[in-house]
Structure formats: structure tokens, C-alpha cells
């Protein structure tokens, strides 16, 4: 593998830039401001994400998405409201090459995994997914870090585990494709629902309960979308849960601890800055949850907050006080 291209400047895909960038020969990083790609390719940094970060000399920046046509691997690092359109533009690429999604969601009313949308413009293509507890900005500073790829195809999944295997960051490979993408996704919710837990001040006891219970429905509704259950008690399901519910670096469990604190869900994104998958995710997973007829509270409770304008209080008080109840129900 001699060539990639990373659709998507963001934190993530700079990451992924500075990591095969040390394997790669070519590595280009394609977003769409033309000022960023010259200062990336000038000062071997992106001053909007990770700007501490130096890139390996072997990765330059664009704006055209051409240039991903004749590459050997391409990466879908851009939001998952963006990845349709993305691949619709990208029109074709190399018949060799193997295509690897970032990106962590499902889309709205189709109720499609990104797989699957890019799997519908690139059908004979080799596909494979990453995901995992893996924020971008201990990627970057070469932190100990692991993650899963899946793929059907074995081969895929030895040749993206060699590439993506460092002494900092290591990959596991399985074939469940469905369960890591959904795992990568529905946790964003649950991270919203322990940054409102902390910012209304519960306690500790309350937000290891609450994920706890995440981790039961996410399983739940995962398995009823086409996981498989294993999946969700791994990297891209408990492993991404325990990661973005706590970390100082989720941007989803920030917006959570904003609404939290009493703060409006226009205050509370802005106020990070970034995109926070959990917000949109939350309509399309509670959709799909209502169609695949699967009970869960948690994602019924945050969605009550984002779209129907409940209080953060009143909605993870009803949390706390439902009906007893079995466990494992």
C-alpha cells in the first residue's frame, strides 16, 4: 500500500494523517478551505485541529476531491452528515482500492450505517470500518491507544491490522461490521446522558448506573439492528462507552454537561465548536429504535430533551424512578 486519501481536515482525519502518514508514502488530507490546505502544506501542521501535531513529511493537503481517485486506500473521515454527499462527489476511485469508514453514525429516515451508504456508491469496492476508544487528540501525542477493524474480507482486515499497528496503537479485527459501527454510534447518545447527569450534579454512583444501563440497551438495540452481541462488549461498544461518557475530550458528554447546567442546545453546541455526532444521532437512533420496536429509555429520555424541549432534570429524574425491574430487563 503506497498511496491513501483521507476525505475530512477535521480532528479525526488529522490524526489518522499523522498516523499512516509514518507507513505511507503519499498521504493526502483533502477538507474544502483552500487557506487551511496551504498552511497544513507549508508548516507540516493544521492550525484548527491537533495544531500541536507535526505531520509526517509524506502528507500534504488539498481541496479536490480528484485526488483521492487514484489512491490505494481511501478514508471517510468526514461527519456522518456529510458522507453521502461525499460519495456522491468522490464519483468513482481506483478499482484496488480498499475504502475504510471513520465515521460514527446512522443516517436519518434511511436508518443506514455509513457502511452502507458508501457500500451503495462503491459496490465493488473492498470495504472496511474503524472505530474504537480513540480520541483524536491522544492519537496525536502518541498515547496508548486501541481499535477494531472490521471487514468480510480477511485479507482486508490483516492488511488495515498491519497498517494501522504502532507501538502506541493497536488493532484487534473482526467481521462484524454492523456492531461496530452501531456501538461507534448509538454511545454518543449515553455520552450526552452522563455529561447532563454530572452537570446536574447526581454523583458518581448515579452516572456509573446510567452507563451501566446504556451499555444493557445499547446491546439490546444493537443486536435488533444486526450486531452481534460479543461486539458490544468490546472496543467499539463498552471500549467507546467508558471513553466518551468520561473523558475530557468528548465532545458529546460537553454538550451533555452544558444542557446539564441549564444551557439551551444552540449554547451548548456552540460552545464547543465542533460537530457532536450525539445530537443528530439521536433522531435517527431513536427512529430506528422505534421501528425496530426495541425499549430504550436512556435514548427515549435525551431525545425528549434535544427535539421536544424537556428539561434535563425532569427527564433523568423519570430515569431514576420507573418501575422496578429485573436487571437483565
Not at 496503537?169 to 447518545?189: H, M, P, Q, V
Amino acid at each position: 500500500m503506497n498511496s491513501a486519501a483521507i476525505i475530512g481536515s477535521g480532528s479525526f482525519g488529522t490524526a489518522l494523517a499523522y498516523l499512516i502518514g509514518k507507513k505511507i508514502n503519499q498521504v493526502v488530507l483533502i477538507g474544502r478551505d483552500t487557506a487551511l490546505a496551504s498552511h497544513i502544506n507549508e508548516h507540516h501542521r493544521n492550525p484548527r485541529y491537533l495544531s500541536e501535531a507535526v505531520l509526517p513529511a509524506s502528507v500534504r493537503a488539498s481541496t479536490s476531491l480528484a485526488d483521492a481517485k487514484d489512491k490505494d486506500l481511501v478514508i471517510f473521515a468526514v461527519p456522518t452528515s456529510a458522507t453521502r454527499e461525499t460519495a456522491q462527489q468522490l464519483g468513482d476511485v481506483a478499482p484496488q482500492a480498499i475504502i475504510l469508514s471513520s465515521a460514527k453514525g446512522v443516517e436519518r429516515n434511511t436508518g443506514e450505517r455509513m457502511s452502507e451508504i458508501i457500500r451503495e456508491f462503491f459496490p465493488n469496492n473492498r470495504l472496511a470500518v474503524i472505530s474504537g476508544p480513540n480520541h483524536a487528540e491522544e492519537i496525536a501525542k502518541d498515547l496508548a491507544t486501541c481499535a477494531v477493524i472490521g471487514s468480510h474480507d480477511e485479507e482486508i482486515r490483516t492488511t488495515l491490522q498491519h497498517l494501522f499497528t504502532f507501538p502506541h496503537f493497536r488493532t484487534y479485527t473482526s467481521c462484524d461490521i454492523a456492531g461496530i459501527e452501531l456501538g461507534g454510534a448509538i454511545k454518543n447518545i449515553y455520552a450526552i446522558a452522563a455529561g447532563i447527569a454530572s452537570g446536574l450534579g447526581l454523583g458518581d454512583n448515579a452516572i456509573a448506573a446510567l452507563v451501566t444501563r446504556a451499555l444493557g440497551e445499547m446491546t439490546r438495540l444493537g443486536i435488533a439492528l444486526g450486531g452481534k452481541e460479543g461486539t458490544f462488549t468490546g472496543l467499539s461498544g463498552l471500549g467507546d462507552l467508558i471513553v466518551t461518557c468520561f473523558s475530557i475530550h468528548s465532545r458529546n458528554h460537553r454538550v451533555g454537561l452544558a444542557l446539564g447546567q441549564g444551557k439551551s442546545l444552540e449554547e451548548a453546541v456552540h460552545s464547543i465548536g465542533m460537530i457532536a455526532e450525539g445530537v443528530p444521532n439521536t433522531l435517527s437512533v431513536y427512529e430506528a429504535a422505534q421501528k425496530a420496536q426495541i425499549n430504550t429509555p436512556i435514548v427515549d429520555a435525551v431525545y425528549s430533551i434535544l427535539y421536544q424541549g424537556r428539561s434535563a432534570a425532569s427527564a433523568l429524574r423519570d430515569l431514576l424512578s420507573r418501575d422496578p425491574r429485573p436487571e437483565n430487563d
